[in-house]
C-alpha cells in the first residue's frame, strides 16, 4: 500500500497531476476541497457549516476537516493506497492524518511538494479565473488562498523534511516532464 500527499499552492498544479498519479498507481483520491465544494452544493448541515470559510479563501477549522477525512478514509477500507490533495494543510492535520494510518497499519510514505513561486501561481490562478466556475476564484477570495497557503499551510513541510518523508519536485514546465519527476520521487 503506498500513501501519498500531494502538496502545494492553489495553482501549483496538483490537480492535473493527481488525475496522472491516479491513473498509473490506482490511488483512492481524496480531495478535501472536492469534498467542501460537494457538500456545499448539496446543501449539507456540513456545507453549511463551511461556506463562511471557503468562500473567503480561509480554511476550515481542524476538527471539522479531520473529522470529514476520517470518514472518507474508514468508507474506503478496500483502497490499494490514497493520494490526499489540499490535505493536511496544518501541523494538527498531518499528526491526525499520521494517527489515523497508524491505526489502519499503515502510513505516509511520501509528501510530493509542487514547488512554485508565489510570483508564478497568481499569474496562473488569474489565467485560470477567467475560464474557472469557482466561487473562490475571485480576485480577492485568491489571493486570500494564496496567502493562507504561504502564511499557513506551508509550515506543514517542516514537519514532513525532518523525517526524510519530503519529496521536493519543480512544479514549473512540462505536465508530463513534471509526473515523471514525480514517479521517479515515488520509486
Ligand atoms: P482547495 O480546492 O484544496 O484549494 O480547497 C478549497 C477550500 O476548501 C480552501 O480554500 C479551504 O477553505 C477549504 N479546505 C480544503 N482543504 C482544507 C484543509 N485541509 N483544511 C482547511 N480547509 C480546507
Do not use: W
Not at 43 to 66: A, W
Not at 76 to 97: C, I, M, S, W, Y
Request: proline letters at 4%; charged letters at 30%; aromatic letters at 6%.
Amino acid at each position: 500500500m503506498l500513501n501519498v500527499v500531494i502538496f502545494g499552492p492553489p495553482g501549483a498544479g496538483k490537480g492535473t497531476q493527481s488525475e496522472k498519479l491516479i491513473e498509473k498507481y490506482g490511488f483512492v483520491h481524496i480531495s478535501t476541497g472536492d469534498m467542501f465544494r460537494a457538500h456545499i452544493k448539496n446543501q449539507t448541515p456540513l456545507g453549511k457549516k463551511v461556506i463562511e470559510y471557503t468562500d473567503n479563501g480561509l480554511l476550515v477549522p481542524d476538527s471539522i476537516t479531520i473529522d470529514m477525512l476520517q470518514e472518507e478514509v474508514n468508507n474506503n477500507p478496500q483502497a490499494k493506497g490514497f493520494l490526499f490533495d489540499g490535505f493536511p494543510r496544518t501541523v494538527p492535520q498531518a499528526e491526525a492524518l499520521d494517527a489515523l494510518m497508524e491505526k489502519n497499519g499503515s502510513a505516509i510514505h511520501a509528501v510530493v511538494a509542487l514547488e512554485v513561486t508565489e510570483e508564478e501561481v497568481r499569474g496562473r490562478i488569474r489565467k485560470r479565473r477567467e475560464v474557472s466556475q469557482r466561487a473562490d476564484d475571485e480576485d480577492e477570495k485568491v489571493n486570500k488562498r494564496i496567502d493562507e497557503y504561504f502564511n499557513k499551510t506551508i509550515h506543514v513541510l517542516p514537519f514532513y523534511e525532518q523525517q526524510g518523508r519530503l519529496e521536493r519536485v519543480n512544479g514549473i514546465g512540462d505536465i508530463d516532464e513534471i509526473f515523471e519527476n514525480i514517479c521517479k520521487a515515488l520509486a
